[in-house]
């Protein structure tokens, strides 16, 4: 089979693989049709039940979703196929289009469309050594996750437009998603059943989304073939100069099936569920309350099940891992959101000193504040440099521990919530004035900051807490929710004996256990933070009476 030239996989070896594709399609099909009626629970639980967490305490307005673009301007891009730099014009949006960037041509985005990059899946750095020699400097590569797909290599004109332009990137490669189901039900357990499947698989570790459902799903499947069948067939290939060119035959023409079958399992699955969605949703709000009641007793049964296991290892690992995280990242998060309430104080005082916010040029002066929120060389940049420096000094400290993520992902999060706080303090602001016309605008503005100093005491603890969970959840997930699963499998018994119709459908008893396991987990490092929050009220309390406004009591 592998010293010929023909096609390296016979029939036995196809079969093979035919047979892996529709296990596999079968096993999301069966996860997909438990996550969705799971997720019409969950979402009818949460009308009857709410969850609250710390950010509902938040008292600045919600702002919406920024609509205007990061970045413009005139780039080089390498095309995919001719291989030829060619001059276009980009524009990165806003979170309220998903942070896609299109490229035009010519000098404006009047010019016809060219392209679009939907960075879900990248991750941005600059050009190495070898292709700063071939492509020359100041450049931008977009590298997928995934080798399978494409990398984007753009030049800007200077070092400096570079750095610009990598922050626009950078954060569009974290916050952009991939295209999803206009249901957002549909959506959600699509997400949940690729995750169980990829874990029925064994397919482990961090996985970054792209492409369309019916893309990701094929992603999973191929690198399920990868490893047990392809990269046998591709070591048997003879070397020699036809091996590379038979290598591509072979995952272009594996690709081309798979893309094909996991289209229609997926159409299939998705129509599927739209045909039963209304009978499922209302046998869900029939069946809610005894489901709540019932749910609650299991739970309890769950925390007797899992408290010998998850106990120890929240007193071993737990405390293993709070004590450095504590000291690298809470105290550079307190001054950060602390000089992000100060700069915006202060910038905003001088603008109405100004009188930018005066008669017509208010809406203006308001949109290009919103704007500023995001620029690392603005009012608020001081407390993006503190977040930078953690990322590319301290948090080296405790790379070791990272096994739930990365420092960039630590440094993303950070960031994403000092900008929530900042354009909610803009849009409070604009709001507020808004609707008390002639009102003197520094006692507004006094009045907001407040608000932001106290939302600053929310989002500390948030930024904290969310930061430990990352870090915590695979270590939790393979010392306790996998070993927890054994133990509470006597429980579905139970759940098969309560005499109510379709019960043991609806309940989920690992979905169940994840949420307890999380509960537990939740109130465990609200303990923890609960010691460390004087350290914030004073650090805050001191920032506010700098710059000369009461906080919200915090």
Request: with cysteine; charged share 25%.
């Amino acid at each position: 089979m592998g010293g010929s030239m023909g096609n390296p996989i016979d029939d036995a070896t196809q079969q093979r693989i035919n047979d892996r594709i529709k296990e596999v399609l079968a096993t999301f099909g069966t996860e997909f049709s438990k996550a969705y009626t799971q997720v019409v629970i969950n979402n009818a639980k949460a009308e009857l039940t709410p969850e609250s967490s710390l950010e509902d305490e938040l008292k600045l307005d919600d702002a919406p979703l920024p609509e205007q673009p990061l970045k413009t301007g005139m780039l080089v891009k390498r095309g995919d196929v001719n291989k030829n730099w060619k001059n276009r014009y980009f524009v990165a949006y806003n979170a309220k289009d998903n942070f896609r960037i299109d490229y035009h041509d010519g000098t404006d985005e009047k010019g016809k469309l060219k392209g679009s990059i939907n960075c879900a899946g990248y991750y941005a750095s600059e050009f190495n050594s070898d292709e700063v020699a071939e492509y020359g400097e100041s450049g931008i590569k977009l590298v997928p996750w995934s080798y399978r797909r494409r990398t984007w290599y753009i030049k800007c004109g200077d070092a400096t437009l570079r750095n610009e332009w990598m922050d626009v990137f950078r954060t569009a490669c974290w916050k952009a998603r991939p295209p999803s189901d206009e249901n957002k039900t549909i959506a959600e357990a699509f997400d949940i059943a690729l995750r169980n499947t990829r874990w029925k698989c064994w397919i482990w570790g961090w996985y970054y989304g792209a492409g369309t459902e019916a893309e990701r799903l094929g992603e999973l499947l191929l690198d399920v073939l990868d490893r047990d069948i392809i990269n046998e067939v591709i070591g048997n290939i003879v070397e020699g100069p036809a091996k590379s060119m038979t290598v591509d035959l072979v995952r272009k023409t594996i690709s081309s099936t798979v893309n094909a079958a996991c289209s229609s399992a997926w159409v299939s699955s998705a129509a599927a569920v739209r045909s039963v969605s209304d009978k499922i949703q209302s046998q869900v709000k029939d069946l809610m309350n005894p489901i709540i009641e019932k749910q609650n007793n299991l739970k309890e049964m769950i925390v007797g099940r899992v408290s010998g296991t998850i106990d120890p290892f929240l007193a071993d690992k737990g405390s293993a891992l709070f004590t450095p995280v504590l000291r690298v990242v809470f105290r550079p998060v307190i001054r950060a959101f602390t000089e992000a309430a100060k700069g915006f104080h202060k910038h905003v005082s001088q603008l109405i000193k100004d009188n930018e916010f005066s008669g017509d040029r208010f809406r203006s002066t308001l949109n290009r504040l919103d704007w500023q929120m995001d620029w690392w060389s603005g009012p608020v940049g001081e407390a993006y440099q503190i977040v930078y420096r953690m990322y590319t000094s301290d948090l080296n400290e405790i790379l070791s521990l990272l096994a739930g993520g990365s420092s960039s992902m630590i440094y993303n999060m950070c960031m994403d919530k000092l900008k929530v706080v900042l354009h909610r303090a803009v849009y409070t602001f604009g709001a507020r004035a808004t609707e008390t016309s002639g009102a003197d605008l520094s006692q507004i503005l006094s009045h907001v900051t407040g608000l932001l100093f106290h939302d600053c005491f929310i989002m500390v603890q948030s930024t904290v807490k969310q930061i430990l969970n990352g870090l915590l959840s695979p270590m939790i997930t393979e010392n306790v929710i996998n070993p927890a699963g054994a133990l509470i499998a006597p429980l579905q018994e139970t759940i098969d004996s309560i005499p109510i119709p379709g019960l043991s459908v609806l309940l989920d008893l690992n979905a169940l256990l994840e949420e307890t396991v999380g509960d537990i987990t939740d109130n465990a490092l609200t303990a923890v933070l609960r010691g460390s929050l004087n350290e914030v009220r004073s650090a805050l309390n001191d920032a506010s009476l700098e710059v000369g406004v009461s906080a919200v009591s915090l």
